[in-house]
């Protein structure tokens, strides 16, 4: 056993070192690869790449279908290895380092029709910096810009503008995508459209993205910031459902569950100006759990005087504590970028890299009382180990002809646990009691049949996964072997296997 993997070691060894390419690969210096922010899952590949060029791409996974079967290297992209469960990494196969790859330079075209064409590995947060100066940017983000185009793309993207303009995906003009047997294939909707449909939600199963094609709109200059607080989640939920069909509404409307939290007003004081400070000082959070509506209106600063009037007109449709009704201004650089913020002062206390275990779940609206009354009124009472995210998008602005996979309902709600856990902690707060909570709620939700669907999906067997992907799976099968059929690509996903 042992002569054969010294054997396979330097025949891939030395075939990946006399392939002609513009950049480099690293056979020692591989440990960051087989890291993400999940931080639970390690697995070392063989070698890692550092493209220059799209064709460096195209040479390396050609050579790789071209060995055949009997190889056992398979190839991961990793953009800014955000990934939870080692999605981006490849045991013993050539990770790509999708961040060193030089070019398109990004490019904005402005006009009826704007978009910016962008390398595959380009994090948002430089999107947004480079439209900025055209006074334009993309419509729908993510809540967190430290991620890659290709990584976000490969999953959906959803933030708070979802409800409008649909997630990331819904927002892509064209690719350049390379499949599973080295070839550089521009896709759009009207060309290779199946390609193009097949990497949009596809979990890096069919292709790696090396350049996608932007949709932007007008920016603005500024975004009225908002925090509003709820103790009865039907209330909540209405009020957030109401908003997301309203014809004149807010930019972004996202929602979050405060389980048990003492002096939480205090905390947003620091960023957030109360609308009545005096009856804002009375209000207790203590032991209770309540729901809170975030929201966001965009402005130009030509348009100061009639924003407030606005914000308020919308803000008297719904029902809220009055007392809690919290607001700010930000630049909308800063409003986008928020989660950096946090980021910067986990790292500055030593917490950002701790293990991850997140659920992210889409639960049917129709079943969205039920989720909240067993798991906020059962399973999570004391404590939450991070934000929990709650707001609903609409289906009507995903494409059904995407590789992503969601309920069936016109209505559905993304819920996102953001665990962080605390290394070796046998509490509350430790990883095991995290990952045994989760597990409840996947309990649950599976037994109580409400037709959730994961998002950022994790499964070990390819049972689960049918079963994830319900009626999809053929297609998505029958796109595998079009596209991959070798099943080089992503295998930190555990959907296909490789042949070996
Ligand atoms: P990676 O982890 O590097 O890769 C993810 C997957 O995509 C892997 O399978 C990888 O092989 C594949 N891949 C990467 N690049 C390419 C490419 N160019 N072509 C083909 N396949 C590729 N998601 C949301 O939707 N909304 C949010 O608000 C949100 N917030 C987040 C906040 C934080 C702090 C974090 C850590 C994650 C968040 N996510 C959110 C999840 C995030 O979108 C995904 O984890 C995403 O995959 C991370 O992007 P990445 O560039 O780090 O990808």
């Known amino acids: 056993m042992t002569i054969r993997i010294n054997l396979c070691f330097s025949s891939n060894y030395s075939s990946l070192k006399t392939l002609s390419i513009d950049g480099h690969f690293t056979f020692d210096d591989v440990h960051h690869a087989a890291k993400d922010f999940g ?24 050579h790789i279908w071209q060995m055949g079967p009997h190889s056992q290297l398979t190839v991961a992209a990793r953009g800014h290895g955000h990934s939870l469960q080692g999605q981006a990494q490849a045991h013993r196969g050539v990770v790509i380092n999708m961040g060193s790859l030089q070019g398109p330079k990004m490019h904005v075209h402005s006009g009826n029709y704007s978009y910016v064409d962008v390398s595959g590995g380009e994090l948002w947060i430089n999107i947004l910096h480079e439209s900025l100066k055209y006074g334009l940017a993309p419509k729908s983000w993510t809540d967190y810009l430290h991620l ?18 649909g997630p990331q995906i819904s927002n892509v003009y064209q690719l350049e995508v390379v499949t599973g047997k080295g070839e550089v294939v521009n896709c759009s909707e009207n ?25 932007l709109e007008p920016a603005p200059d500024m975004v009225k910031w908002i925090k509003v607080l709820y103790s009865d989640f039907t209330t909540f939920t209405r009020d957030q459902e109401l908003l997301i069909y309203a014809e004149s509404t807010f930019d972004y409307i996202e929602g979050f569950v405060i389980i048990n939290r003492t002096g939480l007003l205090n905390n947003w004081r620091s960023s957030f100006n109360p609308q009545d400070p005096v009856q804002a000082s009375q209000f207790e959070s203590d032991g209770r759990t309540l729901f809170c509506l975030e929201l966001a209106k965009y402005f130009n600063t030509d348009k100061t005087d009639t924003i407030n009037e606005e914000v308020m007109k919308l803000l008297s449709q719904l029902r809220y504590i009055p007392s809690t009704l919290f607001l700010s201004e930000v630049s909308y650089i800063e409003f986008l970028d928020r989660v950096h913020v946090s980021e910067i002062k986990l790292w500055s206390k030593g917490v ?10 889409l639960v049917p609206k129709s079943k969205i009382h039920n989720f909240a009354e067993e798991v906020f009124g059962s399973i999570l009472t004391d404590t939450s180990n991070g934000p929990i995210l709650i707001y609903p998008v609409k289906k009507s602005k995903w494409d059904n002809r995407t590789s992503a996979v969601i309920p069936e309902e016109d209505i559905f709600y993304l819920v996102a646990f953001l665990s962080s856990a605390v290394p070796s902690s046998t509490g509350t707060d430790g990883l095991e009691h995290i990952l045994n909570q989760n597990r409840r709620i996947l309990e649950f939700c599976g037994t109580a049949r409400l037709g959730f669907k994961q998002y950022l999906p994790h499964y070990t067997t390819q049972e689960e996964w049918q079963a994830h992907f319900g009626p999809q799976w053929e297609v998505f099968v029958q796109r595998k072997s079009a596209y991959d059929p070798l099943a080089i690509l992503a295998p930190g996903q555990r959907i296909f296997q490789k042949a070996i």
């Open 148 to 165: 890659t185009v290709g990584g976000t793309l490969s999953n959906a993207g959803i933030s708070g503008q979802a409800f409008r303009y």
């Open 352 to 361: 950002w890299e701790v293990p991850h275990p997140w659920l992210n779940l």
């Open 191 to 215: 060309q290779n459209g199946d390609l193009f449909h097949s990497v949009l939600g596809g979990l890096g199963q069919f292709g790696i993205i090396t350049r996608a094609r932007i949709s």
């Open 39 to 62: 931080n639970r899952f390690q697995l070392l590949p063989f070698a890692v790449l550092h493209p220059r060029s799209v064709s460096d791409i195209a040479t390396t996974i050609k």
